[in-house]
T-cell receptor, first 114, second 114 residues
Framework: DTGVSQNPRHKITKRGQNVTFRCDPI?????LYWYRQTLGQGPEFLTY????????KSRLLSDRFSAERPKGSFSTLEIQRTEQGDSAMYLC????????????FGQGTRLTVV | QKEVEQNSGPLSVPEGAIASLNCTYS??????FFWYRQYSGKSPELIMF????GDKEDGRFTAQLNKASQYVSLLIRDSQPSDSATYLC??????????????FGKGTHLIIQP
């Protein structure tokens, strides 16, 4: 499978717990993005990596959210002390330098905080 | 904060007719514009992008851009039931091509009636 892969596909957690999601981009893509989408809304930008460097992070993003891409390949998104408002679909996308804005999305991780 | 406005719908179109989806954006500096299709429960899929004023055609899809009016539209000719989905309009977060991330509208829910 050569598409963007996200794991897990679904996550149910209790409020206050930490969760971590993983994204494996398309192998030749050096750009990686995290978005969050809630019902009835478009995806909301969270953060962006070029290779291992985190170049952009949404000003709206709580300090409870952190993302890494240590070797410029896969990325992880961690949410600490989850709140019910964190319940959403977390989408990862990737693109290549020469086709920068043509991003391909993974299937997402649906988080439910109970 | 850049804004992208779309009528959430639902927009109901008979099979075989032309579906017209509209989007307005707030930032006159936006240079590129993207249309994504999202089926229920699935991730967004890029279907068209346009950089220049005028029309861009790809199969049954035509994107139309009017920078003076800050308006971009997507036309779907010979609409098929498989076109039923939510269509998301997006612009770059920052000036440029959008490689740093995108701002999405809420999407228009399109229903093609057989």
């Amino acid at each position: 499978d050569t598409g963007v892969s996200q794991n897990p596909r679904h996550k149910i957690t209790k409020r206050g717990q930490n969760v971590t999601f993983r994204c494996d981009p398309i192998s030749e893509h050096n750009r990686l993005y995290w978005y969050r989408q809630t019902l009835g809304q478009g995806p909301e930008f969270l953060t962006y990596f070029q290779n291992e460097a985190q170049l952009e992070k949404s000003r709206l993003l709580s300090d409870r959210f952190s993302a890494e891409r240590p070797k410029g390949s896969f990325s992880t998104l961690e949410i600490q002390r989850t709140e019910q408002g964190d319940s959403a679909m977390y989408l990862c996308a990737s693109s290549s330098s020469d086709r920068g804005a043509e991003a391909f999305f993974g299937q997402g991780t649906r988080l439910t905080v109970v | 904060q850049k804004e992208v406005e779309q009528n959430s719908g639902p927009l109901s179109v008979p099979e075989g007719a032309i579906a017209s989806l509209n989007c307005t954006y707030s930032d006159r500096g936006s240079q590129s514009f993207f249309w994504y299709r999202q089926y229920s429960g699935k991730s967004p899929e890029l279907i068209m992008f346009i950089y220049s004023n005028g029309d861009k055609e790809d199969g049954r899809f035509t994107a139309q851009l009017n920078k003076a009016s800050q308006y971009v539209s997507l036309l779907i000719r010979d609409s098929q039931p498989s076109d039923s989905a939510t269509y998301l309009c997006a612009v770059p977060l920052y000036s440029g091509g959008g490689a740093d991330g995108l701002t999405f509208g809420k999407g228009t829910h399109l229903i093609i009636q057989p």
